[in-house]
């Protein structure tokens, strides 16, 4: 992965610009759900101890070939050649798609579990080659690793989802995702309807770590949805994690700039983890997250076992509950649009009023926030059900302000009025409520 150092500042302060909702009045959509959708088969528990192996293999074809594994090296056919084996040998449909760059020959390595709705697929990926300085274990062994071993355990745990998974490898990511982009331009417009959501994973293992969570800001709404299925694991594991733009600097770029949502882990690059960060996470603070960033010393002593084991878990997490989970009927959506201004230092509420709705809040009651603010780290958030019950997004503040979460609410009486409760709780900051949605 690669990061112009401004890039990497909106990282560590992120900024949030989001256009301006239609403004009118409290509006609501749709008819209330009737039954709750099947429970998807939960994800394992994927063992570090397999993903560290993957990587030590990928640090011995650097070694054997030249020290790294880049495009137009042995280093990387080599490395092709491992994770191919591997997955031809799990039961995957694999198929090496060459393309050239800089005169030299690389390939992209698609890999499908060939059950489920062929015509619904969910794709994950990651790219790998490494720069010509280094065996490019963090960057990108890590993430490549972490997502071998969860295709392996979708063959041996014998998933059958209701979506088609797919992964990909890709070529060429250096040299300006190359690889990742030839595969999208290259698929048929019909090729490409079917391929509902991309999640990426680049650098998941960096020896200071952060936990960075990322979308594809001003695509589809199901890029949010992504989001949230990429932070829920962390809230589970109570590991904190920042919404950041990584912008066009990884291989989900190709497939957000063709409409398809994609998300994405980060555990940060060169730039340095503050005092906050280092409170936040452990590690240590003005260290960059990853001192081996692009240079030969990026081996696998170059990797924090803890956050390549969370992360792991995490991709897991995400493939089966995007290729396992059916879409509930949809309830009653009501949306309050009118912006609410968020003085420095203050609590502010927007209110939304619920009718019509028989019985309880669903366990999973939907809510929408969008929030423009100088700086988001220091916001809480809440919404109180009409009794006054709080029910917080995540035990304290948000990093993310331009998402979708879901609240157990299923205790609550649906009708009244419910409160989106907002408070800034350091200085020198202001912001909006620019809109916020219950979906029943």
């Known amino acids: 992965m690669s990061f112009p150092p401004l890039l990497e500042a909106m990282i560590m302060r992120t900024r949030v610009f989001l256009a301006v909702l239609t403004a009118g009045a409290v509006i609501a959509i749709g008819t209330p759900a009737t039954a709750a959708p099947p429970v998807p088969p939960a994800a394992p528990d994927i063992p570090v101890a397999n ?11 650097a070694t054997s070939n030249g020290g790294n594994r880049a495009h137009g090296r042995p280093g990387y056919r080599a490395s092709i050649d491992y994770v191919r084996a591997r997955l031809d040998a799990a039961g995957y449909v694999t198929t090496l798609q060459p393309f050239t760059s800089g005169g030299a020959t690389g390939w992209n390595l698609i890999a499908e579990w060939p059950r489920g709705d062929a015509n619904d697929v969910i794709m994950a990926g990651g790219h790998l080659d490494s720069v010509t300085a280094g065996p490019g274990i963090n960057d990108n062994g890590s993430g490549s690793a972490g997502l071998l071993e969860v295709a392996l355990t979708v063959a041996s745990q014998d998933l059958t989802p209701t979506k088609r998974i797919r992964f990909g490898w890709w070529g ?60 829920a694991p962390f ?155 709080v029910h917080n997004r995540s035990g304290g503040s948000t990093d993310n302000l331009n998402t979708t979460y879901s609240v157990n609410a299923g205790s609550e009486v649906a009708n009244g009025t419910w409160r989106l409760r907002v408070r800034d709780a350091a200085r020198a900051d202001t912001g909006t409520i620019s809109a916020w949605s219950l979906q029943f």
């Open 51 to 61: 993903v560290q192996a993957h990587l030590n293999q990928l640090q011995s074809l």
């Open 235 to 389: 809230v589970a594991m109570g590991v904190p994690t920042e919404l950041t733009s990584v912008g066009g600097r990884s291989d989900h770029a190709a497939f957000a700039n063709v409409g398809i949502p994609t998300g994405g882990l980060f555990t940060g690059a060169e730039v340095t983890k503050t005092s906050a960060q280092a409170q936040k996470w452990g590690g240590t603070a003005g260290q960059a997250f990853d001192r081996c960033y692009h240079a030969s010393c990026d081996t696998t002593s170059n990797i924090d076992v803890t956050a390549l084991d969370r992360n792991t878990d995490a991709i897991a997490y995400a493939i089966w509950t995007l290729s396992t989970a059916t879409t509930p009927p949809a309830g009653p959506r009501f949306e309050n649009p009118t912006d609410v201004a968020i003085p420095d230092l203050s609590t502010v509420e927007s209110p939304i009023e619920v009718t019509g709705v028989p019985g309880n809040a669903p366990t999973t009651l939907r809510v929408g926030v969008d929030i423009r603010h100088t700086y988001i780290g220091d916001l809480v958030v809440d919404v109180l059900a009409p009794d006054g019950t």
């Open 172 to 231: 060429a990511e250096e040299r300006g995702l190359v690889g990742s982009t030839f595969y999208v331009n290259n698929l048929p417009g019909a090729e490409r309807a079917k391929i509902k959501g991309y999640v990426n994973f680049d650098m998941i293992g960096s020896p200071n770590p952060g936990y960075f969570v990322y979308s594809s800001s001003g695509q589809p709404a199901g890029s949010i949805e992504l989001q949230h299925v990429l932070e």
